[in-house]
């Protein structure tokens, strides 16, 4: 049972590179969901999507871009990487209702 | 704006002994979701317990437990006969009916055998 896979697990990046980071899920999701969690202030809301090719910015999205052109994938974008993005990411994903979310291990990203 | 407050950053608790785990809430919302998630040192975030705000009895699992208050909007997290296994930060959060989750800051929770 796979459930959310994100991909990388760790990378380092130099500042102003461009990455992408990939978040699947097998369960047949409507929801998915891009965090970045940061020391002191818990998990923090980048975008979500609710449905395939639909996407919308949570608390966070400033310097990320999403897409999620197929219902399994939601992938987070950074254009132009900055030290202010070094964080742990984490994908989720959850089904229709009052369901719980379920969540990635996590990507560990160093911008120097 | 829904905003959740964990007030302990820090605790730590004897092997086999209780120990319980605030959180406060606020929202104007009347039809909400509260969960608390666990996050080992292996980084992994795992569900412990859910409480929808409808229902008046308290949720359980195993040895957790919740202690919601929906007037005074509070949500605090029990836990019975503390394992070693249980040193984790814990999450509380809230979820409404507009899909997005919102987390408090976590406390870190220490056993100690």
């Known amino acids: 049972n796979a459930g959310v896979t994100q991909t990388p697990k760790f990378r380092v990046l130099k500042t102003g590179q461009s990455m992408t980071l990939l978040c699947a899920q097998d369960m047949n999701h409507e929801y998915m969901y891009w965090y970045r969690q940061d020391p002191g202030m818990g998990l923090r809301l980048i975008h979500y999507?609710?449905?395939?090719?639909?996407?919308a910015k949570g608390e966070v999205p400033d310097g990320y871009n999403v897409s999620r052109l197929k219902k399994q994938n939601f992938l987070l974008g950074l254009e132009s990487a900055a030290p202010s993005q070094t964080s742990v990411y984490f994908c989720?994903?959850?089904?229709?209702?009052?369901?719980?979310?379920?969540f990635g291990d996590g990507t560990r990203l160093s911008i120097l | 704006a829904q905003t959740v407050t964990q007030s302990q950053p820090e605790m730590s608790v004897q092997e086999a002994e209780t120990v319980t785990l605030s959180c406060t809430y606020d929202?104007?919302?009347?039809?909400?979701?509260l969960f608390w998630y666990k996050q080992p040192p292996s980084r992994q975030m795992i569900l412990v317990i859910r409480?929808?705000?409808?229902?008046?009895q308290n949720a359980t699992e195993n040895r957790f437990s919740v202690n919601f208050q929906k007037a005074a909007k509070s949500f605090s997290l029990k836990i019975s006969d503390s394992q070693l296994g249980d040193t984790a930060m814990y999450f509380c959060a809230f979820m409404y009916t507009g899909n997005q989750f919102y987390f408090g800051t976590g406390t870190s929770l220490t056993v100690i055998p």
């Open positions: 409480q929808e705000a409808y229902k008046q």
């Open positions: 929202t104007s919302e009347n039809n909400y979701y």
């Open positions: 999507s609710v449905g395939e090719g639909t996407t």
């Open positions: 989720a994903s959850r089904d229709r209702g009052n369901q719980p979310q379920h």
